[in-house]
């Protein structure tokens, strides 16, 4: 590997113990990536920092203790307890206190304190074509995608030594003859009325990550979707499958146009969508099958973490009525601030919504236990719920899950995209 001047005195412990630790560690995995050097980062999004088991937390304590502290601006993804909201995550005291002090060593290291999963609607936005290092799946495919920086998929607990050191390998998606893509999606066989549902994006993301594995896809007539939209079809894809970029043409930055998103190569592969394709999609986002008016325990919602804009949906959806069995809202600290300015937060608690900051509920204990029926409209919640809480899932829209909270019932409508 070409290391410069400034590497080299870093793995030699000149920036400290600490920096030269991190450094070790991203040399030799850059080594067995296959890089031939490093490159500067502009900012980091640390996934490490979610308590799996004491190593982790112990690892970041050594890094605190040797010195390390981030080079860029560095945010952090959701931890194992929600820091607002006493009593809200069922952790055992030693655990509770070991996930506590994690959280604390990163914040000690100069990471700023977001706990989202969704950085990019707390204000963390690189800009198109800047190198970064985000952990995290859907905040990497959103990265890649929606805002045009670069990323790799930065994993516990190579991200932090990436904001330590300011530096990450040049390879993967950060070379731009990675990032072009490969598989055409033709999508304008698809009903308008379907692409404007807001089922559409977890669904069509979901398909894409088993149907493409890691491979980059364009696709080709959805219209003009919302960063919303984006953020669904992103962690959904991300969650059944690996992609960590996607294009939309005529939409997302490096898709201006086909020739844009393929740099000027044809397709390796067409593939056009059908709506079976996604009826069958949609049916295997479920685990079990129920009928309308049959009893369900919790409707969850909110993976990726809800952003302004959908907790006002989901205020518009309830109205004046109440959950009659619990619905839990996933979100920021972040959002949480601005919709407390006009009361909302207070609102959605009198009408039985459950609040979750700082973390959700498929990575720490807050669903009660023993099991049971679980509604959501997230594409991400419906991969991970029922291995990571034990309860079965039934996938559906955000006004059926409204809907199905407060009747405490499930209530669906018949969603076909043909």
Same mark, same amino acid.
């Given at each position: 590997?070409?290391?410069?001047?400034?590497?080299?005195?870093?793995?030699?412990?000149? #920036?400290?113990?600490?920096?030269?630790?991190?450094m070790r560690i991203l040399v030799e995995t850059a080594?067995?990536?296959?890089?031939? %050097?490093?490159?500067?980062?502009?900012?980091?999004?640390? &996934?490490?920092?979610?308590?799996?088991?004491?190593?982790?937390?112990?690892?970041?304590?050594?890094?605190?203790?040797?010195?390390?502290?981030?080079?860029?601006? $560095?945010?952090?993804?959701?931890?194992?307890?929600?820091?607002?909201?006493?009593?809200?995550?069922?952790?055992?005291?030693?655990?509770?206190?070991?996930?506590?002090?994690?959280?604390?060593?990163?914040?000690?290291?100069?990471?700023?304190?977001?706990?989202?999963?969704?950085?990019?609607?707390?204000?963390?936005r690189p800009g198109v074509g800047r190198d970064v290092?985000?952990?995290? /799946?859907?905040?990497?495919? =959103?990265?890649?995608?929606?805002?045009?920086?670069?990323?790799?998929?930065?994993?516990? =607990?190579?991200?932090?030594?990436?904001?330590?050191?300011?530096?990450?390998?040049?390879?993967?998606?950060?070379?731009?003859?990675?990032?072009?893509?490969?598989?055409?999606?033709?999508?304008?066989?698809?009903? +308008?009325?379907?692409? %404007?549902?807001?089922?559409?994006?977890?669904?069509?993301?979901?398909?894409?990550?088993?149907?493409?594995? /890691? #491979? !980059?896809?364009?696709?080709?007539?959805?219209?003009?979707?919302?960063?919303?939209?984006?953020?669904?079809?992103?962690?959904?894809?991300?969650?059944?499958?690996?992609?960590?970029? =996607?294009?939309?043409?005529?939409?997302?930055?490096?898709?201006?146009?086909?020739?844009?998103? =393929?740099?000027? +190569?044809?397709?390796? *592969? @067409?593939v056009t969508l059908t709506a079976s394709m996604l009826?069958?999609?949609?049916?295997?986002?479920? $685990?079990?099958?129920?009928?309308?008016?049959?009893?369900?325990?919790?409707?969850?919602?909110?993976?990726?973490?809800?952003?302004?804009?959908?907790?006002?949906?989901?205020?518009?959806?309830?109205?004046?009525?109440?959950?009659?069995?619990?619905?839990?809202?996933?979100?920021? +600290?972040? #959002?949480?601030?601005?919709?407390?300015?006009?009361?909302?937060?207070?609102?959605?608690?009198? *009408?039985?919504?459950?609040?979750?900051?700082?973390?959700? !509920?498929?990575?720490?204990?807050?669903?009660?236990?023993?099991?049971?029926?679980?509604?959501?409209? /997230?594409?991400?919640?419906?991969?991970?719920?029922?291995?990571?809480?034990?309860?079965?899932?039934?996938?559906?829209?955000?006004? &059926?899950?409204?809907? /199905?909270? @407060?009747?405490?019932?499930?209530?669906?409508?018949?969603?076909?995209? #043909?």
């Amino acid at each position: 590997m070409q290391l410069t001047a400034t590497d080299r005195d870093m793995l030699a412990g000149a #920036s400290g113990e600490g920096s030269a630790l991190a450094m070790r560690i991203l040399v030799e995995t850059a080594r067995m990536l296959g890089a031939a %050097e490093l490159l500067d980062i502009d900012s980091a999004h640390i &996934d490490g920092c979610l308590y799996h088991g004491d190593s982790g937390a112990l690892f970041a304590e050594k890094l605190v203790s040797s010195g390390a502290r981030v080079r860029v601006p $560095t945010t952090l993804n959701v931890g194992a307890i929600d820091l607002l909201h006493g009593g809200r995550v069922r952790l055992a005291p030693d655990a509770r206190d070991m996930a506590r002090r994690m959280m604390s060593a990163y914040v000690a290291m100069g990471c700023r304190a977001t706990w989202t999963c969704a950085p990019y609607q707390a204000g963390h936005r690189p800009g198109v074509g800047r190198d970064v290092a985000w952990g995290e /799946s859907n905040a990497v495919a =959103f990265c890649n995608s929606v805002l045009g920086a670069r990323t790799n998929r930065y994993g516990d =607990f190579l991200d932090i030594c990436a904001a330590i050191t300011g530096r990450a390998p040049r390879a993967g998606l950060h070379v731009t003859e990675q990032r072009r893509a490969t598989v055409l999606i033709d999508a304008t066989h698809l009903p +308008r009325a379907f692409l %404007e549902s807001d089922i559409a994006y977890p669904i069509l993301g979901a398909w894409l990550g088993r149907e493409v594995g /890691s #491979s !980059i896809a364009a696709f080709y007539g959805l219209g003009r979707p919302g960063e919303d939209q984006l953020k669904a079809l992103g962690a959904a894809a991300a969650s059944s499958g690996s992609v960590g970029l =996607f294009h939309v043409i005529g939409v997302t930055p490096e898709a201006s146009t086909r020739e844009a998103a =393929f740099g000027d +190569r044809p397709p390796e *592969r @067409i593939v056009t969508l059908t709506a079976s394709m996604l009826n069958a999609t949609r049916a295997a986002l479920s $685990t079990v099958e129920l009928s309308p008016g049959d009893p369900i325990d919790a409707v969850a919602i909110g993976s990726p973490h809800l952003s302004v804009e959908e907790l006002r949906q989901l205020d518009r959806a309830i109205g004046a009525r109440r959950c009659g069995v619990p619905l839990y809202a996933c979100t920021s +600290r972040h #959002s949480l601030g601005i919709i407390a300015a006009d009361g909302l937060d207070g609102r959605l608690k009198e *009408r039985g919504v459950v609040c979750i900051a700082d973390t959700c !509920i498929v990575v720490t204990p807050i669903l009660p236990q023993g099991g049971g029926i679980l509604v959501t409209n /997230s594409g991400k919640f419906a991969h991970y719920a029922p291995a990571n809480t034990g309860y079965d899932v039934v996938f559906a829209s955000l006004q &059926d899950c409204v809907d /199905s909270a @407060i009747a405490g019932r499930l209530q669906l409508q018949p969603a076909d995209p #043909s």
